[in-house]
Protein backbone atom coordinates (compact mmCIF):
# COMPACT_ATOMS: atom_id res chain seq x y z
CA UNK A 1 0.00 0.00 0.00
CA UNK A 2 2.01 2.80 -1.38
CA UNK A 3 1.32 6.15 0.44
CA UNK A 4 1.12 9.45 -1.32
CA UNK A 5 4.56 11.62 -1.13
CA UNK A 6 4.04 14.04 2.15
CA UNK A 7 4.15 17.65 0.92
CA UNK A 8 4.72 20.98 3.44
CA UNK A 9 0.92 21.62 3.24
CA UNK A 10 0.58 18.28 4.79
CA UNK A 11 2.89 18.63 7.65
CA UNK A 12 2.02 19.67 11.03
CA UNK A 13 3.68 23.25 12.39
CA UNK A 14 6.72 21.55 14.53
CA UNK A 15 7.67 19.47 11.38
CA UNK A 16 7.31 22.60 9.09
CA UNK A 17 10.08 24.20 11.78
CA UNK A 18 12.26 21.03 11.82
CA UNK A 19 12.23 21.43 7.88
CA UNK A 20 13.49 24.81 7.98
CA UNK A 21 15.83 24.42 10.96
CA UNK A 22 17.59 21.01 8.94
CA UNK A 23 17.64 23.45 5.60
CA UNK A 24 19.48 26.12 7.57
CA UNK A 25 21.76 23.99 9.00
CA UNK A 26 22.66 22.74 5.53
CA UNK A 27 23.20 26.07 4.32
CA UNK A 28 25.40 27.25 7.19
CA UNK A 29 27.13 23.81 6.97
CA UNK A 30 28.42 24.79 3.23
CA UNK A 31 28.72 28.19 4.40
CA UNK A 32 26.53 29.51 1.22
CA UNK A 33 22.88 29.69 0.26
CA UNK A 34 21.80 26.10 -0.70
CA UNK A 35 21.30 25.00 -4.66
CA UNK A 36 17.81 24.25 -5.39
CA UNK A 37 19.20 21.20 -5.76
CA UNK A 38 20.37 21.20 -2.73
CA UNK A 39 17.42 22.20 -1.03
CA UNK A 40 15.28 19.28 -2.93
CA UNK A 41 18.10 16.95 -1.23
CA UNK A 42 17.25 17.90 2.13
CA UNK A 43 13.70 18.12 1.79
CA UNK A 44 13.49 14.57 -0.12
CA UNK A 45 15.17 13.23 2.69
CA UNK A 46 13.35 14.55 5.74
CA UNK A 47 10.01 14.02 3.74
CA UNK A 48 11.08 10.31 3.32
CA UNK A 49 12.23 10.07 7.26
CA UNK A 50 8.58 11.51 8.07
CA UNK A 51 6.64 9.10 6.00
CA UNK A 52 8.51 5.88 7.71
CA UNK A 53 7.54 7.56 10.97
CA UNK A 54 3.91 7.96 9.68
CA UNK A 55 3.85 4.47 8.40
CA UNK A 56 5.02 2.95 11.48
CA UNK A 57 2.72 4.51 13.98
CA UNK A 58 -0.55 3.63 11.33
CA UNK A 59 0.93 0.27 11.11
CA UNK A 60 0.93 0.53 15.16
CA UNK A 61 -2.17 1.91 15.45
CA UNK A 62 -3.58 -0.56 13.17
CA UNK A 63 -2.52 -3.69 15.14
CA UNK A 64 -3.86 -1.97 18.40
CA UNK A 65 -7.06 -1.78 16.76
CA UNK A 66 -7.18 -4.91 15.82
CA UNK A 67 -6.62 -6.38 19.44
CA UNK A 68 -9.32 -4.62 21.01
CA UNK A 69 -11.73 -5.31 17.84
CA UNK A 70 -14.64 -7.12 19.18
CA UNK A 71 -13.94 -11.15 19.14
CA UNK A 72 -17.45 -13.43 19.80
CA UNK A 73 -16.73 -16.32 22.65
CA UNK A 74 -15.49 -19.37 20.74
CA UNK A 75 -16.66 -21.86 23.19
CA UNK A 76 -20.44 -20.30 23.86
CA UNK A 77 -22.84 -21.90 21.45
CA UNK A 78 -25.66 -20.41 19.54
CA UNK A 79 -28.45 -19.30 21.50
CA UNK A 80 -31.77 -19.22 19.04
CA UNK A 81 -33.67 -17.25 22.02
CA UNK A 82 -31.17 -14.80 22.16
CA UNK A 83 -31.78 -13.73 18.61
CA UNK A 84 -34.93 -13.81 17.93
CA UNK A 85 -37.58 -11.64 19.07
CA UNK A 86 -39.70 -12.87 22.50
CA UNK A 87 -43.16 -11.74 20.62
CA UNK A 88 -42.44 -13.34 17.42
CA UNK A 89 -42.83 -12.21 13.43
CA UNK A 90 -45.82 -8.92 13.36
Do not use: C
Not at 66 to 80: G, L, V
Amino acid sequence: MALTRLTQQDMTESEQRELKTRLDRARIAHGRPLTNSETNHVKKEYIDKLMVEREAAAKKARQVKKQKAYKPDAESTFSWSANTPTRGRR
